[in-house]
């Protein structure tokens, strides 16, 4: 049977959305990779598919996958789209908040409008055996070789693991190396997501994600909360930050520790279609 799908993305980070709300969804590796494939597929970054609820407290499940076929715990602007695709498909109102799980655990998202989303990331984690990280303790920098460099970093979870890099120029060469490396590390034993941020003022922050499993891509939510939460952690930011992508804007609030750290940004619709190879 054909592959019913919606093709989606949040500041240029794209996805393909799928209705599995009669079960959980089953592909095959091979099948994720060419479909996610941009010459030959369809082409996204995350693969993502709307479940039925594996816990009384939530609406809906959704499970996420890389461009690789490899499972991710969490995606800040592919939860913002199945939000919206929730929408559209009559199942989630406007102003209304509902929580919905993710693999890595729940979230709450309330529609501002058809086309805009304000999600609870939940608080982040610095804890580095829950990131995971090798280190002995908890510190707002850690020093890592890569690539032959030197870097200052911090690292977070957001659901995900990130590792945050503080840069003056997000053209540099050096860069298109030092995501891979970082993002490959060994003491990082299941990959991170690499964000190079640079620091307009403590409002106002650019940001460029090497993701793993995906690569470069045009915007990372959970890498903007990342760097918001790592240099907050610093005292370097303001509660409320305004983080530039590659493909547009995400505003991003947290009061500090102890608190829950909050996404708004866009999710639009591109176009519906369907996969005859299943």
């Known amino acids: 049977m054909a592959l019913r799908f919606s093709?989606?993305?949040?500041?240029?980070?794209?996805?393909?959305?799928?209705?599995?709300?009669?079960?959980?969804l089953a592909l095959s590796v091979a099948t994720m990779r060419s479909i996610a494939d941009r010459h030959t597929g369809v082409g996204f970054d995350q693969l993502l598919s709307v479940e039925p609820a594996r816990d009384g407290a939530s609406a809906f499940y959704y499970g996420i996958w890389n461009a690789d076929g490899s499972p991710s715990g969490q995606c800040g602007n592919g939860v913002r789209c199945v939000a919206a695709w929730l929408h559209r498909a009559g199942e989630l109102g406007l102003d209304e908040t509902v929580q919905i799980q993710s693999p890595s655990g729940p979230v709450a998202v309330?529609?501002?409008?058809?086309?805009?989303?304000?999600?609870?990331m939940g608080e982040p984690i610095f804890e580095?055996?829950?990131i995971p990280f090798d280190a002995?303790?908890?510190?707002?920098?850690y020093a890592l070789a890569a690539d032959g460099q030197a870097l200052e970093i911090g690292t977070v979870s957001m659901g995900n693991p990130h590792a945050v890099i503080v840069v003056d120029d997000l053209a540099a060469p050096a860069l298109e190396r030092l995501g891979p490396a970082v993002t490959g590390h060994q003491r990082f034993r299941e990959g991170?997501?690499?964000g190079f941020v640079q620091k307009v003022s403590p409002g106002h922050l650019r940001l460029r994600v090497h993701?793993?499993?995906a690569g470069w891509t045009q915007?990372?939510?959970?890498?903007?909360?990342?760097?918001?939460?790592?240099?907050r952690q610093r005292g370097e930011v303001d509660p409320q930050v305004r983080v530039d992508l590659p493909g547009g804007s995400l505003r991003i609030d947290w009061r500090?520790?102890?608190e829950r750290l909050w996404m708004t940004g866009p999710a639009s619709f591109v176009f519906e279609g369907e996969w005859p190879d299943t």
């Open 128 to 130: 580095p055996i829950r």
């Open 7 to 24: 093709k989606m993305h949040g500041n240029g980070n794209d996805f393909v959305v799928i209705d599995s709300r009669d079960g959980a």
């Open 192 to 194: 991170v997501n690499a």
């Open 211 to 213: 993701e793993r499993g």
């Open 219 to 231: 915007a990372c939510g959970t890498g903007a909360c990342a760097a918001v939460a790592v240099l």
């Open 136 to 141: 002995p303790n908890i510190s707002d920098r």
């Open 110 to 120: 309330r529609l501002i409008d058809a086309h805009t989303v304000t999600v609870d």
């Open 256 to 258: 500090g520790p102890g």
